[in-house]
């Protein structure tokens, strides 16, 4: 049985659900969405061990990747020094062809292509790319993601399968990072920004629901549907971004809608939908699952603010911000204990939108998130060097004396 943030995943990737996040009646994680071909085996299998470098104690089986690589971005991006042991776990999961899966736990065994991770892949790229100094592997990446296009210009989550919105968001994404324009990267003239315009709801769509997009191609005769979380992600990637996200030139007032006169970018009309649909939901985004009822999105929230905030729109993101602030606290912790890709997706998106990560939602996210990882090797020496130690001596004594006199 998939693990049960992962179970709803699965479901929503096979279009069953509008809110893409997590499983039914649990807590929101800010890991990815899981593969349309996911398939629950017939008895659950053994929770992996945890590696010592890993970022979070919950079961890395479906997100080791994706979280390791939010947790080294957050850190990175509050000045942090990620522990190597951490950075090299990283670069260790990656496959002899580029791609990174969503966990190795024998990394002396070959990668099975099938099973490569586009959304890990995507987002150890862009890690890697923030902390510098790791270029091999970014190119080989780079390579893995030419080589698993789809014909349409699109990704999946795994190599063969129909493209979807959010993974070819990160990856278009990744390509930003890496320095590679995502428009340069085609399968038969079509690349990722053209597959995630294709995508989107246009003016035949209801209004509000024009300029958002949906996780995948409508079936023939069928109407495409809108999907909050693949809007909030492919929206960063229309607006040129990446992670860590730097707030983007503030844009004068509020995004257009999508319409039919062609004058309106795609990035500004997927802004909108998430600007008008944060608003007539209380300031956040909902997930759906079936027979539950709609509950709020943490992770889906965090990338709208991310992606506004790249698009300039950060002013329209306050109040979706102070929901997080207000709210999100539930959302960092899991029965593990931390939440690793929770509390970096917040402390990414606190950044972007220049809150304070250290005071966030009623706790220092960056105290949390380096707690639930390796521990930094300590620079300080135990005991003072010989000359540190001679002055000190010399200070004491020269105020013993100054006393006396």
């Known amino acids: 049985m998939l693990a049960p943030a992962r179970i709803g995943a699965a479901l929503l990737a096979a279009g069953l659900l509008t809110g893409l996040a997590t499983g039914p009646a649990l807590a929101d994680s800010g890991a990815p969405s899981a593969p349309a071909s996911a398939t629950a085996p017939s008895s659950p299998p053994a929770p992996a061990a945890v590696p010592s470098a890993l970022y979070g104690k919950s079961d890395p089986t479906y997100d080791g990747v994706y979280r390791q690589s939010l947790a080294l971005l957050a850190l990175k991006a509050t000045g942090q020094t990620p522990p190597t042991a951490a950075v090299d776990w990283l670069k260790g999961q990656q496959c002899t062809d580029g791609g990174w899966p969503s966990f190795r736990a024998d990394t002396g065994t070959a990668c099975a292509a099938a099973t490569e991770d ?42 063969g399968n129909a493209g979807d919105a959010n993974s070819t968001g990160l990856a278009v994404s990744a390509l930003h990072a890496a320095g590679v324009d995502p428009k340069t990267v085609a399968k038969q003239g079509k690349s990722g920004v053209q597959a995630l315009t294709a995508l989107q709801l246009d003016c035949k769509a209801a209004a509000d629901q024009r300029g958002a997009l949906a996780y995948q191609a409508a079936a023939p005769g069928a109407a495409p549907a809108a999907n909050a979380l693949a809007t909030a992600q492919a929206e960063l990637a229309l607006a040129d971004g990446s992670l860590p996200v730097t707030a983007g030139s503030a844009q004068p007032g509020a995004p257009k809608p999508l319409d039919c006169s062609g004058a309106v970018a795609p990035a500004e009309g997927s802004a909108a ?103 930094a090797p300590s620079t300080a020496p135990s005991t003072p060097p010989p000359s540190t130690a001679a002055a000190r001596a010399a200070s004491t004594r020269s105020g013993s004396r100054a006393a006396a006199c």
């Open 273 to 375: 939908y998430l600007v008008g649909t944060l608003g007539a939901n209380g300031q956040h985004l909902m997930l759906a699952m079936p027979g539950a009822a709609p509950t709020p999105d943490f992770a889906a929230t965090s990338w709208a603010v991310l992606s506004l905030a790249k698009a300039g729109y950060g002013a329209q993101a306050g109040p979706a911000v102070d929901w997080l602030s207000a709210n999100a606290a539930g959302w960092l912790h899991n029965k593990s204990g931390t939440d690793a890709a929770a509390t970096a997706t917040l402390i990414l998106t606190t950044k972007a939108a220049g809150r304070d990560p250290h005071s966030f939602a009623g706790a220092d996210l960056v105290s949390s998130l380096a707690a639930a990882g390796p521990a």
């Open 118 to 159: 586009s959304n890990a892949t995507a987002l150890a790229m862009q890690a890697l790319v923030a902390l510098g100094g790791h270029q091999d592997a970014v190119d080989k990446g780079t390579g893995w993601l030419k080589a698993n296009q789809n014909a349409d210009g699109s990704w999946s989550y795994n190599p």
